[in-house]
């Protein structure tokens, strides 16, 4: 292969034909990297030049380009004309008639707009595209290779804190992990139009020039280093002179690559463990209570135990000092402990924090009790920590998870008093005694066999939180532990690097009251009740609480699977929502029923005619639901023994007929409001009546309202 990157795409050729044909002089780097990036894509090349089709303009100028090429203004708005004469030259070339042409114009027209917002996205943002940017936007001549390596050199002896900033809301991890993956397609393209140069060559010839060099003793390594040599040089060329050479070499800190962010496995890892809590990354977690001001986070960087070790150079023995050297130490760490900014100081924080998740065991009670329970590794616990809000835990309690323990539900995720007295984490871990494990856990009664089973559990689990309290991002005192303020911002920054919703409280108390009910709904009940009050609080006090229940209302009547109606409500009532706006929800259609249930509970008067029969019914069928799903479990466990039940669960047909003896119009009348509630439980729990049912009038009835409740449901399955 030649050395040369001048791929055969007719660029000359086309530029000479466009400026005698059409009178235009077109700006060669964006014609070069249009024909190029076509022909990489695979496009027929008889015509002279790579022949445009829909499929492969919306690919190239969607995907490609933007990633690629670091056009300025004047080159995006000569996007339309390069495209036309394209089209045009293809058509002079007898190789598109006047509908195939017509067709391609109409195609051009349509995705030039989303090829300019694609240039503009900050997701499509490169290492050598940003500092292309950068250096033009300083007046350097992109072209001049002396001159982009000077601005390089200037620019990386500015203090970090001058340096500008990447748009938001991108990471430096975000632009290594495009820059990565574009590298390597370019590559990928490089390579497989070699072996259709090998295999099929085209008429026009092969697109990349090939001579006998590759009769090499080691022909397979020197074709690959070819390959990126090329895709460096086109690099280049879209960017700026000499630009790959000066990020891989001496400026290399400029542009880290991945194995420098060791935080992205971390963020992998954080993403897995919300999809299997919220199963979409976009939902979102509470915000932590306590975050510390950008200031302060170098100094607490400093005072954490591990970070100091790596970064003073006390990491001498064989087994920290791996660790050291793949946070940067020494090497560009040392300046960002010494005066980075609160962003690299969390960067560097996170890859501290990360690599020393990876080194700690699981925390489980050894081989002779792996039948008994699961292990807690490292990342679970911080993401547990994080998802509880930040707020405390209970070192036993969490314990009880391996042990297969059911703890008080209302104790599972409440917070945990930090004693003023007790041990930090450097004590030894000691399982409560016997009585105090009984009111953490809400499990009356338990002894000290009881707590002599938890303890290997627990001491295993202390052990993971100890370690990680070395990196400062974690406490434990007593059996009390958990997240830092400074712990909580660089789990916060590794979980936005991940792409998962992670708002600070300001963001989440910006919120209007449907995202607020939405987002509360899967959180933690006294993390949640404590957004609800600071939101209600944030947003007026009394009319915000109001507005919450009118949310509330108007989400579950669209859309009942994405809200949990008695989960919200179990939150506002911890949330101590005024009795005022409980009495105001009383006539609402559709959350009337909980609102006078939630009455009822404070024990506080209010009448069941207050209600309107539509939001009775909305409540009620929550009831049957649930009734419905025991009947399913004695099902399912009956099936799982030996032999059929000797009588047929009926906890739902005794519950329908109870409610229908005092329903206005009996069973008939609540089965048309059971489908009028508009739910998706509506169609089972009236399918599972019309099923078995013993009185045939309700089956018949029941038939025939849950034809009527399945045509809603069906459409809401296909909207979603």
């Known amino acids: 292969?030649?050395?040369?990157?001048?791929?055969?795409?007719?660029?000359?050729?086309?530029?000479?034909?466009?400026?005698?044909?059409?009178?235009?002089?077109?700006p060669a780097r964006t014609a070069d990297a249009v024909l190029t990036l076509l022909a990489l894509r695979g496009a027929d090349r008889r015509a002279g030049v790579p022949e445009p089709t829909p499929q492969l303009l919306k690919q190239v100028l969607h995907d490609d380009a933007p990633v690629l090429l670091a056009a300025v203004q004047a080159e995006l708005d000569a996007l339309p004309d390069v495209l036309t004469a394209l089209v045009d030259r293809v058509r002079a070339a007898g190789r598109l008639n006047a509908k195939r042409r017509a067709r391609l114009l109409?195609?051009?027209d349509d995705l030039v707009p989303g090829a300019r917002s694609a240039a503009a996205s900050p997701w499509k943002l490169t290492w050598p595209r940003w500092y292309a940017s950068l250096l033009r936007a300083d007046g350097v001549d992109a072209d001049d290779p002396d001159a982009v390596r000077a601005w390089l050199a200037a620019h990386d002896a500015l203090p970090h804190a001058d340096r500008p900033e990447l748009p938001a809301p991108l990471?430096?991890?975000?632009?290594?992990?495009?820059?990565?993956?574009?590298?390597a397609w370019l590559t990928e393209r490089l390579l497989a139009a070699f072996a259709r140069d090998v295999e099929a060559p085209s008429p026009a010839g092969p697109l990349l020039p090939v001579t006998p060099a590759l009769s090499a003793d080691r022909p397979e390594d020197a074709l690959t280093e070819e390959l990126e040599r090329i895709a460096a040089t086109l690099v280049d060329r879209w960017s700026a002179a000499g630009l790959s050479e000066a990020l891989a070499g001496p400026f290399a800190q400029l542009a880290p690559g991945p194995e420098t962010m060791p935080h992205m496995a971390l963020a992998d890892r954080l993403l897995d463990e919300h999809l299997d809590y919220y199963g979409d990354s976009g939902v979102p977690l509470p915000p932590p209570q306590a975050l510390p001001d950008p200031d302060e986070i170098l100094g607490l960087l400093h005072a954490a135990p591990l970070p100091a070790t790596l970064a003073t150079g006390a990491a001498d023995d064989e087994e920290l000092r791996p660790l050291a050297e793949q946070c940067g130490f020494p090497g560009p760490a040392d300046v960002v402990w010494e005066s980075g900014t609160p962003e690299e100081a969390l960067e560097l924080a996170a890859n501290v924090l990360a690599l020393e998740a990876d080194r700690i065991p699981a925390a489980s009670a050894g081989p002779e009790a792996a039948d008994e329970g699961y292990d807690l590794d490292a990342v679970h616990v911080l993401y547990a920590l994080y998802e509880r809000g930040g707020t405390p835990g209970s070192v036993a309690r969490k314990a009880s998870d391996m042990a297969d323990w059911r703890v008080d539900p209302d104790l599972e995720d409440a917070p945990v008093d930090v004693p003023d007295t007790a041990a930090a984490y450097t004590a030894p871990y000691v399982t409560p005694a016997a009585a105090d494990l009984s009111a953490t856990l809400g499990i009356p009664g338990l002894t000290e066999d009881d707590r002599a089973e938890l303890d290997a559990h627990a001491?295993?689990?202390?052990?993971?939180?100890?370690?990680?309290a070395e990196t400062g991002c974690v406490f434990r005192t007593g059996d009390v532990y958990g997240l830092t303020s400074f712990g909580s911002a660089v789990l916060r920054y590794v979980l936005t690097a991940a792409h998962v919703a992670a708002p600070d409280l300001q963001t989440a108390l910006s919120w209007n009251a449907e995202d607020t009910v939405r987002a509360a709904q899967a959180w933690p009940i006294a993390v949640a009740a404590a957004e609800l009050g600071?939101?209600?609080?944030?947003?007026?006090?009394?009319?915000a609480w109001s507005q919450l229940l009118g949310a509330l209302s108007a989400a579950r009547g669209a859309d009942l699977p994405h809200v949990a109606t008695p989960a919200v409500f179990a939150?506002?009532?911890?949330?101590?929502?005024?009795?005022?706006?409980?009495?105001?929800?009383?006539?609402?259609?559709?959350?009337?029923?909980?609102?006078?249930?939630?009455?009822?509970?404070?024990?506080?008067?209010a009448p069941e005619d207050a209600v309107p029969e539509n939001a009775r019914a909305v409540l009620l069928l929550e009831d049957l639901d649930r009734a419905w799903l025991a009947d399913r479990r004695a099902q399912v466990t009956a099936g799982a023994g030996e032999g059929e039940p000797e009588t047929p669960p009926r906890a739902l047909l005794d519950a329908f007929d109870t409610a229908a003896a005092t329903w206005p119009g009996g069973s008939a009348g609540l089965l048309r409001a059971l489908a009028a509630a508009g739910a998706a439980s509506a169609l089972r729990v009236l399918t599972d009546l019309a099923d078995r049912h013993p009185d045939p009038r309700v089956v018949s009835a029941a038939a025939h309202e849950a034809k009527s409740a399945e045509t809603p449901a069906r459409k809401r399955k296909r909207a979603r």
Do not use: C, K
């Open 459 to 468: 001491r295993a689990l202390a052990v993971v939180v100890d370690r990680l």
């Open 534 to 543: 600071q939101w209600a609080e944030a947003h007026g006090g009394e009319p």
């Open 106 to 108: 109409d195609a051009v």
């Open 1 to 26: 292969m030649t050395q040369s990157a001048a791929l055969n795409v007719g660029l000359q050729d086309f530029l000479s034909w466009a400026e005698q044909e059409r009178g235009t002089a077109l």
């Open 571 to 605: 939150r506002l009532d911890r949330a101590e929502i005024p009795a005022t706006a409980l009495r105001a929800a009383l006539a609402d259609p559709v959350i009337g029923g909980y609102a006078r249930r939630s009455l009822l509970a404070r024990g506080e008067d």
């Open 171 to 183: 990471h430096r991890a975000d632009v290594t992990a495009r820059t990565f993956a574009v590298r």
